[in-house]
């Protein structure tokens, strides 16, 4: 099942690197496929003119498929769309909305698309669309998460779809892995575990908090919104859970939140910026490079698989 998704994408492992705003650039990226997996480029910061430059970057350093996320809720949605089809990426991952206007578009450039979705009717539509294959991300991810856990969410995804299912939330070793292949995923996406990749250019500090993170230091910030985000907890976490609690209003919160990623990944301040992390930060404990995060990934799965009995 996880050579499937191999063959479509052309990758040696299963594995896809989450993406994240300010964090996956050129150089993760790059380091990502170079190791096999499928690295994907961020692109909720950039325009048009960035998100070329960064393609050219990433075509630089490998050789090897990659992919490009587009939020399309980003005032610069369409002309993303319209760079990555002239650049004809292989392959893109979609967030915050269907793909379905754009996919004429990418299917006459060639370009695999893998929508997230965080539940089975937004999948089913995603299918309808004309997806390649689907992320089912369940809430235990960072940054923007919807309500369902991996766990339950995966499984059901997969019955409702006839299309290859992502698990994405939660997954940091081999025995997710593992699990996430038992519910009948077809590969994984992981983000907060390349956090802590040696070529992944965020702040120090923000490495440092993601390894000194335990099981219980993630919140979820503006649930009020209708957007939450999971976040390591700090000043900046504490000061919305305490504006929401007290009904603040919606430009109250943009207000505070307005450039807190930024103040975190590229400045280091990890107490008034937004440290995006997913629950399994606990299990993340060394730097590594990509290709280190990658093989003992893809080694401890295969040790679990050859060693299961029922």
Sequence with gaps: MYADICKMLNIKYPIIQGAMAWIS???????????????????????????????????????????VNIMLLSQFADELVQAVTEEKVPVVTTGAGSPGKYMKAFKEAGIK??????????????EKDGADAVIAEGCESGGHVGK??????????????????????????????????????????IGTRFLVAEECTVHPNYKARIIKAKDIDTTTTGQSTGHPVRVIRNKLARKFEELEKNNASSEELDAIGRGALRRAVVEGDIENGSVMSGQIAGLVSKEQTAKEIIEELFGQYKEIMENVSI
């Design 25 to 67: 650039d050129p150089s993760l990226v790059s380091a990502v496929s170079n190791a096999g997996g499928l690295g994907v480029l961020a692109t909720g910061h950039l325009n048009a003119d960035g998100c070329v430059k960064a393609i050219q970057e990433i075509r630089e350093r490998t050789d090897k498929p990659f992919a």
């Design 113 to 126: 698309v893998l929508p997230v979705a965080a539940s089975v009717a937004i999948a089913k539509r995603m």
């Design 148 to 189: 369902i856990t991996t766990m339950a969410l995966v499984p059901q995804v997969v019955d409702a779809l006839n299309i290859p299912v992502i698990a994405a939330g939660g997954i940091a070793d081999g025995r997710g892995m593992a699990a996430a292949r038992m519910l009948g995923a077809s590969g994984v996406q």
